[in-house]
């Protein structure tokens, strides 16, 4: 069975403190995803990882870094969090021979 | 670059009425095609894929229709029930398929 895991599922930080979310996936997916879901704006892409430390800027990648140096592991680091990153983070990974992204739980970030 | 827009964001019906949700895009080499269903507090789960070469694909009490010359794809619930209720969101991607455009979401809200 297909999984993607997210740790931790929920995080109260205070604005400035460093924060940092997981993501794990037991398929050997190669790409993987970090998005963003916001009342009335969907999904936006932060950050895709092609494989290993092969990672590429996505629509919203400003105030975050990511990580990916196995390929089941890709973590999301915000550094000195801000209040407006207060969100739900997905994560998602999908395989060169499917099409379609397996998503994770999700994170739901609060900063205050 | 590709825009995908989504209609209606919110959505009431009876039980047992039908439900369509559209979603419109920009990209004429768009070429996969996603619908995906998020319950209340849950993740993101694929309802269907449909490639560019297909128009019509069925589902369990759904139908997915893709009308490339209006650049329009649909998902048409029939006899809609409450566990229905969701928000779905559309999905479109090139021939790659790594970097997916969401539509924003709509809510659907099926009354008993």
């Known amino acids: 069975d297909m999984k993607v895991t997210q740790m931790p599922r929920y995080l109260i930080k205070r604005m400035g403190e460093n924060v940092l979310l997981e993501c794990g996936q037991d398929m050997s997916h190669e790409t993987m995803y970090w998005y963003r879901q916001d009342p009335g704006l969907g999904l936006q892409l932060i950050y895709i990882?092609?494989?290993?430390?092969?990672?590429s800027e996505g629509d919203i990648p400003k105030g975050y870094r990511v990580s990916r140096k196995k390929r089941e592991h890709f973590s999301l680091i915000l550094d000195s969090a801000k209040t407006n990153q207060t969100s739900v983070y997905f994560c998602?990974?999908?395989?060169?021979?499917?099409?379609?992204?397996?998503f994770g739980p999700g994170t739901r970030l609060t900063v205050l | 670059g590709e825009q995908v827009e989504q209609r209606p964001p919110h959505l009431s019906v009876r039980e047992g009425d039908s439900a369509v949700i559209t979603c419109t895009y920009t990209d004429p080499n768009s070429y996969y095609f996603f619908w995906y269903k998020q319950e209340p507090g849950a993740s993101l789960q694929l309802l269907m894929k449909v490639f560019s070469s297909t128009e019509i694909n069925e589902g369990q009490g759904f139908t997915v229709l893709l009308n490339k010359k209006d650049k329009r794809l649909s998902l048409n619930l029939t006899a809609a029930h409450p566990g229905d209720s969701a928000a779905y969101f559309c999905?479109?991607?090139?021939?790659?398929?790594?970097?997916?455009?969401f539509g924003k979401g709509t809510h659907l809200h099926v009354l008993p």
């Open positions: 998602a990974s999908r395989s060169g021979q499917i099409y379609e992204q397996y």
């Open positions: 990882s092609y494989d290993v430390d092969s990672n």
């Open positions: 999905a479109v991607s090139d021939t790659n398929a790594y970097k997916v455009i």
